[in-house]
């Protein structure tokens, strides 16, 4: 487990992150539904958070 502790993986988490706001983003301009829009955004935002916790914790 000590290589899943590497902080290049906060950028892997990072490019989740930004695919799932692009994806929000979309379906807003498409204007689907508001709860597509804010469980994309959810997501988005919790990919961020893990990415943000591997730059700072990780090794």
Known sequence: MARFQSKHW???YFCIAIGFLLLAIVHVLQRVGWTDV?????????FAALGWMQLRFGR
């Not at 469980?39 to 988005?44: D, E, K, N, P, T």
């Open 10 to 12: 906060a950028w892997w």
């Open 38 to 46: 804010i469980l994309r955004a959810a997501v988005a935002c919790g």
